[in-house]
């Protein structure tokens, strides 16, 4: 357990993060520091936890707190690396957040090598997040186990090898946007069928909701699942042809394809 959880940026993953945290029982609201240029992420951090504390800048946040997470865009990464050296003497956990940033560039920037790197998603906020994590060599046994119980904490994660975060990028990391238009899809579809708005977008949040428990709670195969739905020459494999004439497997697998490829193409910008 640690007293204190610092955020090097306030935006909308480390109030998804700070939030779940904070939910979990794994840090009290107090214990809760931040800081980040913009003020709206400010604002925004302190109406979702009102107990915590923002401090005068991203030192001030490194000295007053036992775990450090970086939250800011990978771009920034040398600029706030700057502010944050002088205040990284002692041998602090940082725990980075940064899309695509390997852990070697990590350790250059900020001169520390306490590091774990994990890609959460924003569904932590409801307890139901998806995430992994690689410990980098620095790390201890016991810095590893502590970041997956937050993990952990706010949904299901996964360690993995360095080499595959970006994959988990693309994967989990965006994937809720994914899901997002899906829902609003459906929700359009039962409108232009006949239903309210309130109701198709209930039904269609819930439709996903409850395919999603059934992967989770099942062994079989999500094909499997699949044509357990689909009767023949029912009103599923209508829906399903048109599906599959406009490529939607495709365009998913395109997706986590092209959000892999950008999370590695930010880290070697922030390099």
């Known amino acids: 357990m640690i007293a204190s959880l610092g955020f090097i940026g306030t935006g909308q993953m480390a109030r998804a993060m700070a939030r779940g945290v904070v939910q979990a029982g794994i840090v009290a609201e107090h214990g809760i520091y931040g ?48 502010e944050l050296r002088p205040a990284t003497g002692a041998p602090k956990l940082f725990v980075s957040l940064l899309a695509g940033v390997p852990i070697r560039v990590l350790r250059q920037a900020l001169g520390h ?12 906020l409801v307890g139901c997040g998806a995430s992994a994590y690689a410990a980098g060599a620095q790390a201890t046994a016991e810095d590893a186990k502590w970041v997956a119980g937050i993990l952990a904490a706010v949904g299901i994660t996964f360690p993995v090898d360095e080499v595959l975060l970006d994959a988990v990028t693309g994967l989990s990391g965006s994937g809720p946007a994914y899901v997002y238009t899906v829902i609003e899809a459906l929700s359009d579809g039962g409108v232009r069928v006949g239903l309210p708005r309130d109701t198709a977008t ?5 439709t996903v909701l409850g395919a999603a428990q059934m992967v989770l709670a099942s062994a079989d195969h999500p094909g499997t699942l699949r044509d357990r739905v689909t009767s023949p020459g029912g009103t599923t494999i209508a829906g399903l042809q048109v599906l599959e004439r406009r490529g939607i497997r495709s365009a998913f697998m395109d997706a986590v394809e092209a959000a892999t490829q950008r999370a590695a193409e930010l880290g070697r910008i922030a390099q």
């Open 202 to 206: 209930k039904l269609a949040a819930q």
């Open 113 to 124: 090598d306490r590091l774990v790197r994990v890609m959460p998603n924003t569904p932590c």
């Open 35 to 82: 800081y980040d240029q913009a003020s709206s992420a400010v604002a925004a951090f302190e109406r979702e936890l009102p107990g915590a504390r923002i401090l005068s800048s991203n030192r001030a946040v490194a000295e007053a707190a036992d775990v450090l997470v970086l939250a800011v865009k990978p771009q920034n990464l040398s600029e706030v690396a700057v």
